[in-house]
């Protein structure tokens, strides 16, 4: 753990993980079947588990050991663990019965969260532990889906004056916004792979709580936007 940093930069941030998991937990309640309703809890009590199994791991150093090693192991104790269960939620009938259920509104509003997230990465360059490319003074635009999402929201579907086309566009964006700062996150962790930031390396989100951006919001968020993508594409 960071010991370094002022102390409100953590506060925020298990804050606005916390608030991840309570708005994604909504958009679950929010279902329009019964029975993926009645998972909620013990979907959440799985997320609760996922969240302190990487707690443990960041603060025993797992993903700032060894970084030579390839693949790293953010990726194969983290990342890839989240990403394989977006693709088993698309690829099998109970998880598209799943995601055909989840409502368009409450995933849209799940992108708020992007915006103290991206305050949080300017504090972490402030206190030289992620590079200025990583936030909206460099390279960092997702800001603007956050502060977008409840005009997205609220003209889209409380007001009805924004097309389905319109509403797919905004989640392409907001999809090409995602993938860039994770590109760029990626390049710039001191591992083999590092191509950016050698001067101020990203070393923040290898440990914790910031190891919650990498394996769960950044998972959460990406899967609203397929999920969105999916279900107005079948409408269409």
């Known amino acids: 753990m960071m010991t370094n ?22 958009v679950i309640k929010n279902s329009n079947n019964e029975s993926i309703r009645r998972k909620a809890n013990a ?35 983290g990342v890839w ?36 997230v991206e305050l949080v990465l300017y504090w972490l360059f402030l206190n030289k532990t992620v590079p200025e490319l990583m936030t ?6 997702d800001i603007f889906a956050g502060l977008s999402a409840p005009f997205v929201a609220y003209f889209g579907f409380g007001k009805a004056r924004l097309s389905r086309k319109i509403i797919l566009m905004w989640n392409f964006i907001c999809l090409g916004l995602l993938i860039n700062i994770v590109v760029n996150a990626v390049l710039s962790l001191p591992i083999p792979i590092q191509q950016f930031a ?4 990203n070393v923040a989100l290898l440990d914790f709580p910031f190891i919650w951006l990498p394996v769960f919001i950044v998972p959460i968020v990406l899967f609203g936007h397929l999920v969105s993508i999916r279900q107005l594409l079948r409408k269409e």
């Open 43 to 77: 979907i959440a009590f799985g997320m609760i588990v996922w969240l302190a199994l990487t707690a443990v791991l960041a603060l025993n150093d797992v993903y700032n050991s060894n970084l030579d090693s390839f693949p790293p192991k953010i990726a194969m104790f």
């Open 198 to 201: 050698f001067d101020q390396p």
């Open 5 to 26: 940093l002022p102390i409100y930069i953590s506060v925020v941030f298990v804050l606005t993980t916390l608030a991840t998991l309570l708005l994604f937990y909504h």
């Open 136 to 141: 909206f003074a460099g390279r960092n635009f």
């Open 81 to 116: 663990p989240a990403i394989l269960t977006i693709v088993l939620l698309f690829a099998t009938a109970k998880g598209r019965k799943f995601i055909d259920s989840l409502p368009l509104l409450n995933i849209i509003y799940l992108n708020t969260i992007r915006i103290p």
